[in-house]
């Protein structure tokens, strides 16, 4: 029992010290654990404290540093500094030596955009992904073992419908470098200034420049753009539309009817060569000068040529004898005062019933012999056809158109066979035209119991003119007879005069100065009926 007491203790001793030793490695292994739990705890602890909603990288994004910062504040601070950038940054479009502005961002007007998300995403994803690795994370960080971040951001400009308006605005439309022909009009010419072709805008690539431009990342350090053009031809001048404009008919000079027949004086003629000054535009270069020589012309009557010459000249003159009754010779006298004086220019016509009126008492005239059926009768009026039949012959001399002419029913003794003329209130009529170039005025006179009408005019030839009149045929009268039982047996009295009657042609012979016959015309056929002698006799 003493042996098995001895060895217990010494079994006891000896296992002390493994006792001991396992105690202290088991505290050690303790206090391991415990520094291990500690860290853990607090690397735990900076997981969890780790803001998941602000960027804990060295981030610069546009030049702003947004560590720290929330994502939402992050995009304000950047979108501040990209509005210090580009706000009221222009573009400017050079065109012909002019410079247009076009701002894509104003207080009024904003058409830039940016995207950045990726670059906050890419900002966000650091420290903020699962929740054992946001410590780690946090602490490279801290550390300085992470790289730094550097973003630019660059504009898009995607609505070009707008930029295209706001281009428009600026006038560069209205911009054409073409220099249109002009010309003109001189004294004695007409100048001429040839264009040239040039350029305007092209908007529509020009927008597409600007968009270009500003999604290209060198704006706004680049900000000019050299306008896209297209060609702008010039009109061409229409030389033909000048010569209208200028052109002036040769106007000679005339009397105003309306003006007391004062002279209105003549106007020279103005033209060109159209197809001379079109050639030698065609031939000039850009720019140069092409001087155009107008022509002048006079017309056939100066205003100088017809003071001269106005009514200067006898064109024609014929004179009669007047007798008969003192009413016949009155009316005579009266229907060659209404005649007296009166103008007629050129192409106009001459109607002697307007001109003389009607045949009344009441304007002066009086009753005298006429023939009114072949018969002798009693006429307000009666003789005016001796001045429309003087008329007529002067107008015959004086070699002028004949319209409206009708022959006496009988020869008339006052005047010459073929040249009377026979007029009569409703008709017939007498009429004749002023085919002259120049006014003609009628002008008559009474004296000595003969009545003389003239033609006045300008003559600008040497030609005269013979009335021949040729007798076709007579035919005689007879004579016939009838009782009166107012007349004494054995005696006689004539009751109807009696007329012989005629077919005459009278010809117009135009003659030059050297007496050589130039023309023979027909130029009228009367037929004067015959008027039998009829004699009463007493029973």
């Not at 995207?115 to 054992?132: I, K």
């Not at 197809?275 to 205003?303: F, K, M, N």
């Not at 100065?513 to 008027?531: M, P, V």
């Amino acid at each position: 029992m003493a042996s098995n007491t001895k060895t217990a203790p010494s079994r006891a001793k000896k296992a002390e010290p493994r006792g001991k030793k396992h105690t202290g490695l088991k505290a050690a292994l303790i206090l391991i654990f415990l520094l291990i739990a500690l860290a853990f705890a607090v690397y735990l602890y900076l997981c969890v404290q780790v803001d998941q909603n602000i960027i804990i990288g060295d981030v610069t994004i546009q030049g702003v540093d947004v560590q720290g910062m929330t994502r939402d504040e992050a995009t304000s601070a950047v979108d501040e500094a990209l509005a210090s950038v580009y706000q009221n940054q222009t573009v400017d479009i050079l065109l012909a030596g002019e410079t247009y502005s076009v701002t894509v961002w104003d207080d009024e007007q904003n058409l830039l955009t940016w995207d950045y998300s990726d670059v906050l995403d890419d900002a966000m994803e650091l420290g903020h992904g699962d929740l054992l690795t946001r410590g780690w994370e946090w602490l490279q960080v801290e550390l300085g073992n992470t790289e730094a971040q550097t973003a630019t951001v660059s504009p898009a400009l995607t609505d070009t419908e707008t930029l295209k308006s706001l281009i428009q605005a600026t006038g560069i439309e209205a911009v054409d470098t073409a220099v249109e022909t002009t010309y003109t009009i001189e004294d004695d010419c007409v100048v001429i200034t040839k264009g040239s072709a040039g350029v305007t805008a092209d908007v529509d690539t020009l927008t597409d420049q600007v968009a270009s431009l500003v999604n290209s990342g060198d704006w706004p350090e680049e900000h000019t753009v050299d306008c896209a053009t297209l060609s702008s031809d010039i009109a061409e001048l229409d030389i033909q539309a000048i010569y209208d404009q200028i052109y002036v008919a040769p106007v000679s000079a005339t009397l105003d009817p309306d003006n007391d027949y004062a002279i209105v004086p003549s106007t020279d003629g103005v033209s060109f060569d159209v197809d001379a000054a079109t050639q030698a535009l065609a031939d000039a270069e850009a720019g140069s000068q092409v001087t155009v020589e107008l022509v002048y012309t006079e017309p056939d009557i100066t205003t100088a040529f017809l003071e001269e010459h106005l009514f200067a000249d006898v064109l024609g003159s014929y004179t009669t004898t007047v007798s008969g009754s003192s009413g016949r010779v009155s009316n005579v006298k009266l229907s060659a005062q209404f005649c007296d004086g009166t103008i007629l220019l050129p192409g106009e016509i001459f109607d002697y019933n307007d001109t003389v009126g009607e045949r009344t008492t009441a304007r002066g005239f009086s009753a005298a012999p006429a023939y009114n059926n072949g018969e002798t009768v009693q006429e307000v009026g009666g003789g005016i056809c001796q001045t429309s039949s003087t008329l007529y012959a002067a107008c015959l001399y004086a070699n002028l158109e004949i319209v409206t002419r009708t022959n006496h029913t009988y020869a008339s003794s006052y005047i010459g066979l073929g040249l009377d003329a026979t007029v009569s209130w409703g008709g017939p009529e007498f009429e004749f035209a002023n085919n002259t170039d120049y006014p003609i005025k009628i002008v008559t006179s009474y004296s000595g119991g003969k009545l003389t009408v003239s033609i006045y005019g300008t003559k600008t030839d040497d030609i005269t003119v013979k009335i021949v009149s040729k007798t076709l045929e007579t035919i005689p009268y007879s004579t016939t007879y009838t009782t009166d039982s107012s007349l004494a047996s054995g005696t006689s009295k004539v009751i109807t005069t009696p007329y012989t009657g005629y077919k005459v042609q009278t010809y117009r012979e135009l003659y030059d100065g050297d007496g050589n016959l130039i023309s023979s015309t027909e130029e009228a056929y009367s037929y004067y009926k015959a008027r039998n002698k009829v004699i009463a006799t007493g029973d």
